[in-house]
């Protein structure tokens, strides 16, 4: 068997005849820029995460950045986020003048929220969760650290869509959330895209003004913005995607359990929390990230094997990059994760039969 990590022409070919038809409708209207088909998409997602605002955007890095300059984040403030992220969330805090403050991850991958106080100083103005691989932090937690602090909450729900805490959607629980729909997340495009959504109409305004040149809808500039919109045509492909998002989450849960089923787990394999470990989280499992003894061997072995496996992040945390200015921030837990860490292939086009292989292959390499 040969099976990639991620198959980048099924996005396309598994649906073909319904995108065909939602690219060709807006090719026909000539509707590129700021159309009905990115209002429709908007409202759909507003509604589907439950929430009063979504607004499109160019990327889910613009989503970051924008939704902290429309909460008035800026010069010398810091932000507490995880360093187990893509350098785009500590990115958009460098890029609006601010201080990532890196924090640990916990036992399952996401934001250890007990190391989340001991890294608040006077400058702490937000905190940044990460909703990673799918899962949604635990946020009680988090938010009752915000709370006693007075600090927002901006959630990076790059990977979060779909994927809710006690009910509540990844990127609804602060004052800004962002998504984004790169093609491979789990509501993907065809491109970068991205969305920020809040139940704050100051701040939707805000964003709406700063994605288009700080210009209203009469056309007056009302404010320094910048060119971040979400393509029409990209918005179009997404309402049509939305439609069936729910299929795409049960197929990748569904993937999941084979993966808890099959795989032996022992100190030599430690399994994400699986779909029905706590009824709190439902995951979508955007990404399934195990930790492994022996990972490097592994991975080569699933490769021998035909299997595609991704260390996230290119192989580190932010903490981790030479480049960055970041190394002095210490993180013993994420440091030891990253010497262990790998993705298995999770994504729509993935088969059971290919979900038992990949199971059988690391079973065989751990002599289990
Ligand atoms: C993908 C991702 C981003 C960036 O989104 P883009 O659309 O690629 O700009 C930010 N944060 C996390 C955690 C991501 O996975």
Request: proline fraction near 4%.
């Amino acid at each position: 068997m040969k099976i990639p990590f991620f198959n980048y022409p099924a996005l396309y070919l598994d649906q073909k005849d319904r995108l065909d038809k939602a690219i060709n409708d807006v090719m026909i209207r000539g509707a590129y820029i700021l159309q009905k088909d990115l209002e429709e998409f908007e409202f759909n997602l507003a509604k589907y995460c439950n929430v009063n605002h979504a607004i499109g955007v160019a990327n889910g890095t613009d989503a970051i950045w924008l939704s902290l300059i429309a909460a008035g984040i800026g010069k010398d403030d810091d932000v507490i986020v995880p360093s187990h992220t893509y350098v785009a969330s500590p990115a958009s805090i460098k890029f609006v003048g601010a201080n990532p403050i890196l924090v640990e991850c916990g036992y399952d991958n996401m934001m250890d929220t007990s190391s989340i106080e001991d890294a608040i100083t006077p400058k702490t103005k937000a905190i940044m969760p990460v909703q990673l691989n799918g899962r949604t932090c635990d946020m009680d937690s988090i938010i009752s650290i915000a709370e006693k602090f007075e600090l927002i909450i901006i959630e990076d729900s790059a990977q979060g869509l779909g994927s809710t805490f006690k009910g509540r959607m990844a990127g609804t629980f602060g004052v800004a959330g962002t998504y984004s729909f790169y093609p491979a997340k789990v509501l993907g495009c065809f491109g970068d895209g991205g969305a920020v959504v809040t139940n704050d109409d100051e701040i939707a305004e805000k964003i709406k003004l700063l994605r288009d040149h700080g210009r209203d809808s009469n056309g007056v500039f009302k404010t320094w913005g910048v060119n971040s919109r979400l393509d029409n045509l990209h918005a179009a492909i997404l309402l049509e995607k939305l439609k069936t998002f729910d299929d795409d989450i049960k197929k990748r849960r569904s993937i999941a359990e084979i993966y808890h089923n099959e795989i032996v787990q022992g100190d030599f394999v430690v399994l994400p929390p699986g779909p029905k470990d706590d009824s709190n989280h439902f995951d979508t499992f955007q990404n399934f990230e195990l930790r492994a003894k022996k990972r490097d061997e592994l991975k080569s072995f699933l490769f021998e094997n035909g299997i595609g496996t991704i260390i996230q992040w290119g192989g580190k945390a932010v903490h981790q990059e030479e480049y960055l200015g970041l190394t002095h921030f210490k993180l013993p837990y994420t440091d030891k994760f990253f010497e262990e860490c790998l993705m298995l292939p999770m994504n729509t086009s993935i088969s059971d039969d290919e979900a038992l292989y990949i199971s059988s292959k690391i079973n065989e390499f751990y002599d289990k």
